[in-house]
C-alpha cells in the first residue's frame, strides 16, 4: 500500500507559476512510476506528467516546456513545477503511484489549480 499527500495548489493569474508536491509513505520502494494527472469537471482524468525510477519522464504535449516534474528521494517527495499558466491549465490534480508488482495506481485526494486570465 502506498499514501500519497499533495500540497501546493491554488489560485494564480495567467503566466504566473505554482508547485505542487506530493509525499509517498508506505511501500515506498515498490513504487515504478510517480505522477500527475489532471481533471475537468465531467471530463475524464488525463496524463500531465511522470518520472519512471529509472529518472525518465513523460509529459503532456500541453504542458511541455511549461511543466517540470522532479522527485526528491530522501524525502519521497515528487514535485510539479508549473510555470507559464494558463486558463486551461485550471483542474484539480491529482499526484499517483503505480506499482508494476500488483499492477496497482495509488492516487491522492487531488488539489484544485485555478488560473484565471
Known amino acids: 500500500q502506498v499514501q500519497l499527500a499533495e500540497s501546493g495548489g491554488g489560485s494564480v493569474q495567467a503566466g504566473g507559476s505554482l508547485r505542487l508536491s506530493c509525499a509517498a509513505s508506505?511501500?515506498?520502494?515498490?513504487?515504478?512510476?510517480m505522477g500527475w494527472y489532471r481533471q475537468d469537471p465531467g471530463k475524464q482524468r488525463v496524463l500531465v506528467a511522470r518520472?519512471?525510477?529509472?529518472?525518465?519522464?513523460n509529459y503532456a504535449d500541453s504542458v511541455k516546456g511549461r511543466f517540470t516534474i522532479s522527485r526528491d528521494n530522501a524525502k519521497n517527495t515528487v514535485y510539479l513545477e508549473m510555470s507559464r499558466l494558463k486558463p486551461e491549465d485550471t483542474a484539480v490534480y491529482y499526484c499517483?503511484?503505480?506499482?508494476?508488482?500488483?499492477?496497482?495506481?495509488?492516487w491522492g485526494q487531488g488539489t484544485q489549480v485555478t488560473v484565471s486570465s
Open positions: 508506505g511501500s515506498i520502494s515498490s513504487i515504478n512510476i
Open positions: 518520472i519512471f525510477s529509472g529518472g525518465g519522464t
Open positions: 499517483y503511484a503505480y506499482i508494476a508488482d500488483v499492477r496497482s495506481n495509488y
